[in-house]
């Protein structure tokens, strides 16, 4: 009798504590359910995709220069230029920096903004004293009527848009940029509005 009652109560004991199908598992998935989805809205999961920018494929100066020479004689050749901001002295002038083009001469403020990084090397490799390392530059080109007008920064254009446009920047024989050698001699670079030779130059 007392074996028939201590079975009893240990098959009880057994029962109570048990785990009950279906309810403390789904506890435990819905709790972490809700967790992954509070992450995602504090920035952790999909809002990091819709928030990735377009990385631009960086230009090559020589590449692209070729393609301005390519378009140069159908195309209109458009001065292009910077313009240093957040300066302390002032709001400063245009710097005539170079010239772009395109294949069907359209684009034209696509082509100076996709070239941009070009254009502000460049600005720094030929007015080292008007432009500075750490200066800050705006972008801008000359309009048909002879006013410079501003350019906004972009980064989304057609595909293989680079191909289409180019840049010659004015010459520069200090760093050897868009200048024409021969025998290593400076023969021929674009001082502003026309390539100059250097028979024309002397």
Not at 115 to 120: E, P, V, Y
Request: charged share 25%; hydrophobic share 35%; aromatic share 10%.
């Amino acid at each position: 009798m007392r074996f028939f009652i201590a079975a009893s109560m240990l098959i009880g004991a057994i029962t109570a504590f048990a785990p009950q199908r279906g309810a403390s598992c789904f506890s435990v998935r819905a709790s972490n359910h809700q967790s992954s989805s509070t992450l995602q809205m504090a920035g952790f999961g999909s809002s990091k995709a819709t928030n990735k920018k377009t990385k631009l494929k960086p230009l090559k100066p020589k590449q692209q220069w070729d393609r301005y020479g390519d378009f140069a004689k159908s195309s209109t050749n458009f001065e292009v230029g910077v313009r240093v901001v957040e300066r302390d002295d002032g709001e400063q002038e245009w710097l005539r920096i170079g010239y772009v083009n395109s294949k069907d001469d359209s684009n034209i403020e696509l082509a100076v903004s996709r070239q941009r990084s070009l254009i502000a090397e460049h600005a720094k490799r030929l007015l080292p004293l008007a432009v500075l390392p750490k200066d800050k530059v705006e972008w801008g080109y000359v309009d048909a009527e002879g006013a410079w007008k501003k350019v906004e920064s972009l980064n989304d254009y057609p595909k293989s848009f680079e191909k289409a446009i180019g840049f010659e920047g004015i010459g520069d024989p200090k760093s050897g940029y868009y200048c024409h050698y021969k025998d290593g001699k400076v023969v021929a670079m674009n001082e502003g509005g026309a390539v100059v030779t250097k028979s024309e130059a002397e």
